[in-house]
Structure formats: structure tokens, C-alpha cells
């Protein structure tokens, strides 16, 4: 006999939750087999755009897995760093939507480029949504970053033995770059784009351009995976720079195999 009441199954099933899954730097064979059952056992599936762009590296990553029509696109205001309201302005009313899908669906996932705890968007959307829709239970799926990616493709070792591992995004200041390259580890920078010329500075100014490499549109049709020691130190003429989300590595120095052990 079919009854009409919920039971305890059914309400659990209706509880908010919002899951960040990581879908990696571009390479859609760079997503977990958990990601991508997290993908498609979500009711919807968040990606995040820019206002009037086309489809984003994430979003081109999630539709290799999951249809079309269960993804839904959510404005924000990425890489905005120097009007703070209005990007405020955006992750609330980015927030107001998720809220709306998760009171709708229960259970949404948001696809965020590499993993959902390193520098990503869903870190913001997380704390937002919190305030609006409390009790919704929040997890995390890791997605594989773009400095495993870059070490991948183009051979350089993040870590040896007792070698320190730095991460640094250079929207910080080169400053804060320059003083990690003065230690003794692998340095990884961030969206350096922008700056390509100060952070070729940098590398020369503390001896680490050799061995260092950078790459961008990883796993993506105009992927470019250079040596650093190729950095310009000014844009050519006419040109744009590198991709804002360009990354770099600059590796320890070693002199012997398992020297550092």
C-alpha cells in the first residue's frame, strides 16, 4: 500500500545541500569519478560565468557529463578586484539564485575549475548561501589543480624529499612572489597574466628562471606550455598579455638525486 505522508527518507532527501565539485583546470578527463557522480546526481548543476561572456571553462567541462538542460548558468563577477560593491552586489544576487535552486531542488552542485577549496568562487557562494538557507549542508568534491596539470605536462616536479611547497597568486603583489622565490622550495604562481613582465623580473632578480615553466588554457585547444626563461617583459605590441589564469612553476633547486631526503 502506497501512503500519502512523507516519511523521515523523504524529508532527508529534500534537505538543502550544495556541493562544490572540482572539475579541474580544462581536461575533461582531469575530472574525478567522484566528481562526475556528484555532477550527475545533482538535481542542477551551477556554473560560473561572466555577465554577457559564452561558455566558460567550467561550464565546457560539465556538459561533457552531464545534459544541458540541467545546468544552470549563475552570473558573477569573476576576477573583479577593484570595484569591491559591485562585486558584492554580484555574489549576493548569485547567492539569491543558488538559494533558490536549492529551496526548489535540494541537492545543487557548483562546478568550480581545479579544486573548490583553492581560490575558488565557491568559497564565497558557500558563506553566502549559509545566510540565506541555513541548514544546508555543504560538501566539497577535490578537483586536480592547474600546478598538477602543469607539473604533468610539462615534466617539472612540485616536491622533492624535505622541499616546501609555496603557492602564491600574484594578484597578491610580486612582492610576496619575490620573497618565496628567496626560499628554498618550489614556488607555484597564480594568475599572473596580468603581470608576466614583473614576475620575469622577479625570477631574474632571485636566480630562478632556470627550470621554471609556465602554462596556460590547460588541457584547452590553444594550450601553451612555455619555459619562463620565454616571459617578456613587456607585452608585444598590440597584444593583451597572457591569460589572467596563467600559471607558473619555479622549482626547487636541486643538485642530486635524493638530496634533500
Known amino acids: 500500500m502506497t501512503g500519502t505522508g512523507s516519511t523521515d527518507s523523504d524529508r532527508g532527501a529534500r534537505e538543502p545541500r550544495l556541493v562544490g565539485v572540482g572539475v579541474g583546470p580544462g581536461d575533461p578527463e582531469l575530472v574525478t569519478v567522484k566528481g562526475v557522480n556528484a555532477l550527475r546526481a545533482a538535481a542542477v548543476v551551477v ?5 554577457g561572456a559564452g561558455t566558460g571553462r567550467a561550464e565546457a ?3 561533457h557529463y552531464v545534459a544541458p538542460a540541467k545546468v544552470v548558468r549563475v552570473v ?4 573583479e578586484r577593484e570595484d569591491r560593491a559591485r ?3 554580484a555574489w549576493d544576487v ?3 539564485r543558488v538559494a533558490e535552486l536549492l529551496r526548489a531542488h535540494g541537492t545543487v552542485a557548483f562546478a568550480t575549475i581545479g579544486d573548490p577549496n583553492v581560490y575558488s568562487t565557491f568559497t564565497y557562494l558557500a558563506q553566502t548561501v549559509d545566510a540565506l538557507v541555513p541548514g544546508t549542508a555543504v560538501e566539497t568534491v577535490p578537483g586536480i589543480t592547474a600546478m598538477q596539470d602543469l607539473a604533468a605536462r610539462s615534466g617539472a616536479v612540485l616536491t622533492e624529499g624535505t622541499e616546501p611547497l609555496t603557492l602564491v597568486p600574484v594578484t597578491a603583489g610580486t612582492a610576496v612572489l619575490k620573497e618565496a622565490l628567496k626560499g628554498p622550495g618550489t614556488v607555484v604562481a597564480y594568475k599572473f597574466g596580468r603581470l608576466a613582465g614583473e614576475v620575469a623580473a622577479a625570477l631574474r632578480e632571485t636566480g630562478r628562471t632556470e627550470g621554471a615553466v609556465w602554462g596556460s588554457s590547460l588541457g584547452l585547444p590553444q594550450e601553451s606550455i612555455r619555459p619562463a626563461a620565454e616571459l617578456a617583459a613587456e607585452p608585444a605590441p ?9 600559471t607558473l612553476i619555479a622549482p626547487a633547486r636541486r643538485e642530486s638525486r635524493g638530496g634533500k631526503l
Open 47 to 51: 556554473v560560473p560565468v561572466l555577465a
Open 61 to 63: 567541462t560539465v556538459l
Open 76 to 79: 558573477f563577477a569573476l576576477n
Open 87 to 89: 562585486r558584492e552586489a
Open 94 to 96: 548569485a547567492g539569491e
Open 238 to 246: 598590440g597584444s593583451t598579455g597572457l591569460p589572467y589564469l596563467s
